[in-house]
């Protein structure tokens, strides 16, 4: 088959959309084994990982979602002033980027869940292909602020120009016109037994992974944990201000996916990426649950439905005082790993909408 030729709009919210959308076109490479993609996000490149394939990264901010504080807390007033920013869609940056999509021959756009994928589609006249668990019209409409009313308005007329919908599972508003798949995630890249090796864990060595999605945090309480739960180890995933020599950091070559399915349990916000990749593998989840999100109980019930699970309130994790629920925690049975991921059904969905494209486009 002739390389499949793709351009991606992908939020930097939290680290979700990048490892979903990685995953989907992992799929679809391999599935394919051909495939050039041109990204468009402020999220790091680091997460996008193809081997193989003719990847171009383009670093703009192509969407604004919540800015957020931290794991826990938007701010609202920093969320409109950046959404004053963005929207309306410039036209002379539509306009730029659509060039940019069509000088590079594009079968189609994948959006997630940025919508300005979606209006330079439609510029160059190319399929535009929506990604969801949730759209931010959905969000801000949820949130109950009247000033982020104008702006659902006009993302979700756009969000309902996408060719293709695809959901993925945990859905939060389901779509009449939408597909559905199981929850995506990255596959892990190393074993257990090999990634306990490199971070000098044996097997009888009890490690718990913690982990907030990709977002900043202040964990300067964690030594303090560390203490309670010992000889329990705690590993950190992601950014902190803590420069603690008690708690172990984890490599920046480690994937998330092979540290989740390493270890006895992972506590977590209730971000997606984290819930697709715990329930991939069916790690125990101590799940920070987040009112403040509209999300947050939609995610957080999937998880009491399908993972091992304590959920914890959001509101205690800067006191440490869920460290007593880890005993609880670690006594949960792990599920057997998912036989089946999203990211191979949405691949199959996303070449059966843009094959007669690319077959027109080798007959031109």
Request: aromatic share 8%; glycine share 6%; charged share 20%.
């Amino acid at each position: 088959m002739n390389p499949l030729r793709l351009a991606c709009f992908i939020s930097e919210h939290g680290f979700g959309h990048a490892t979903r959308t990685s995953a989907i076109l992992t799929a679809l490479q391999a599935r394919i084994g051909s495939l050039e993609v041109d990204i468009f996000s402020a999220a790091p490149r680091k997460l996008f990982n193809l081997p193989g394939a003719d990847l171009r990264f383009h670093s703009e901010r192509v969407d604004v979602g919540l800015v957020q504080r931290n794991a826990f807390e938007f701010d609202l007033d920093a969320t409109v002033h950046a959404l004053d920013s963005l929207l309306p869609f410039d036209d002379a940056r539509v306009e730029q980027l659509a060039n940019l999509v069509a000088a590079r021959r594009c079968h189609g756009v994948i959006c997630d869940i940025a919508p300005i994928g979606l209006a330079v589609a439609r510029r160059v006249g190319i399929p535009g292909i929506l990604v969801e668990n949730f759209t931010w019209d959905w969000i801000y409409r949820n949130l109950a602020e009247p000033c982020l009313e104008v702006y659902a308005e006009i993302l979700e007329a756009w969000f309902e120009t996408a060719s293709l919908r695809i959901q993925a599972e945990p859905v939060c508003a389901p779509h009449p016109t939408a597909l559905t798949t199981l929850p995506i995630s990255r596959m892990p890249k190393f074993s257990s037994a090999e990634t306990r090796r490199l971070l000098a864990f044996d097997e009888q060595t009890r490690v718990v992974l913690l982990s907030l999605g990709g977002t900043a945090h202040d964990f300067s309480f964690i030594d303090r944990v560390q203490r309670q739960i010992y000889p329990v180890h705690l590993l950190l995933a992601g950014e902190t201000s803590s420069e603690s020599c008690r708690v172990a950091r984890i490599p920046a070559e480690f994937d998330h996916p092979s540290l989740m399915a390493s270890f006895d349990a992972v506590i977590g916000k209730a971000g997606y990426s984290t819930v697709a990749e715990a329930y991939a593998c069916g790690v125990p989840f101590g799940c920070f649950s987040r009112p403040g999100f509209p999300e947050s109980a939609v995610i957080t019930n999937f998880v009491r439905q399908h993972l091992p699970n304590v959920v914890l309130d959001g509101s205690t994790f800067a006191s440490g005082d869920w460290a007593g629920r880890i005993d609880h925690l670690l006594s949960l049975q792990r599920h057997s790993p998912q036989p089946i991921n999203g990211a191979n059904q949405a691949a199959r969905l996303i070449v059966d909408r843009l094959l007669p494209v690319v077959m027109q486009a080798h007959e031109c």
